[in-house]
């Protein structure tokens, strides 16, 4: 279904019963990931603008809800793939 220019109709139900907590992590996961990169290699403005739709979007509890679990999530990989920060 869609609407009168062409675009999906945006659906008031969630998919999963988890949606806006999926989406918060996606953005807290490539904002982290990007990051994390060497400087040369950091998307700046994408970072920068995903930074600016996360805040906007996601109440601050579910933002830092979903960072928590990233972090969590990438130190737990760091440990396990032996890196070990000085």
Request: charged letters at 25%; proline letters at 3%.
């Amino acid at each position: 279904m869609s609407n009168s220019n062409g675009c999906p109709a945006r659906q008031s139900q969630s998919l999963t019963g988890r949606d806006r907590f999926i989406a918060a992590k996606a953005f807290a996961y490539a904002i982290a990931v990007i990051e994390s990169l060497p400087e040369q290699w950091q998307e700046w403005s994408d970072c920068q603008d995903m930074k600016t739709i996360f805040e906007a979007i996601f109440s601050k509890q579910l933002r830092e809800t979903a960072a928590e679990s990233v972090r969590f999530h990438l130190d737990g990989a760091e440990r396990a793939a032996g890196y070990h920060p000085a």
